[in-house]
């Protein structure tokens, strides 16, 4: 009966290890976010032009993501999407998210099920807040975030310039559809 314990422990303590040393070359790339965010400005609605494949956004389009600051500080979180096509059926997730970074306001942790945060890194912003791009410190996730359903291809492709030069693989982006205003 102590082998079990003992296998946990011993499962435990490499996934541990593995994690850390992992996570530690991942952080040595120094993932850069941007030097200020507004908070204020950044909420409302974003739409997703393109992401990185992930299995909790499988089938999804028309996605959006709405984030509205609450009294204490944190933010609402909104994501949405059709389900397979435009037409498909609303899917929807709440969450919420706190700025870990007050120095910035650009390193977030976003909750969906609580006590489980993932990142959310604003590593690029436009002047005027028109366009967002949000990544994690290990670059396995990436957003591209406009506040209308399109973007012009010469913004995007210099968004994607920047993205390269922080290290990202935009060759795994998906292009998001979303429904012509």
Same mark, same amino acid.
């Given at each position: 009966m102590r082998i079990i314990p003992l296998l946990v422990g011993v499962l435990i303590a490499s996934v541990t290890s593995i994690t850390c040393v992992s996570t530690g070359k991942e952080q040595q790339a =120094?993932? %850069? *976010?941007? +030097?200020? *965010? /507004?908070? !204020? @400005? #950044?909420? =409302?609605?974003? #739409?997703?032009?393109? @992401? #990185?494949? !992930? @299995? $909790? %956004?499988? =089938?999804c389009v028309g996605t959006t993501a709405r984030y509205t600051l609450r009294d204490d500080g944190k933010i609402d979180v909104l994501n949405q999407c059709r389900e397979n096509t435009l037409n498909g &059926?609303?899917? +929807?997730?709440? =969450?919420?998210? &706190? *700025? *870990? /970074?007050?120095?910035? !306001?650009?390193k977030?942790?976003?909750? $969906?099920f609580w006590p489980f945060y993932g990142h959310y890194w604003i590593i690029d912003l436009g002047d005027n807040y028109e366009f967002s791009v949000v990544g994690h410190p290990d670059r396995k996730y990436l957003w591209i975030l406009s506040r209308t359903p399109e973007m012009e291809e010469a913004l995007y492709n210099q968004i994607l310039g920047r993205i390269k030069q922080q290290g990202y693989d935009v060759s795994k982006l998906i292009k998001t559809p979303q429904a012509k205003p």
């Open positions: =120094g993932l %850069q *976010v941007i +030097s200020h *965010v /507004d908070i !204020n @400005r #950044y909420t =409302g609605t974003w #739409y997703e032009i393109a @992401r #990185y494949p !992930n @299995r $909790f %956004q499988e =089938g &059926k609303l899917l +929807s997730a709440k =969450g919420t998210a &706190k *700025v *870990v /970074d007050e120095k910035t !306001n650009a977030l942790k976003v909750t $969906f």
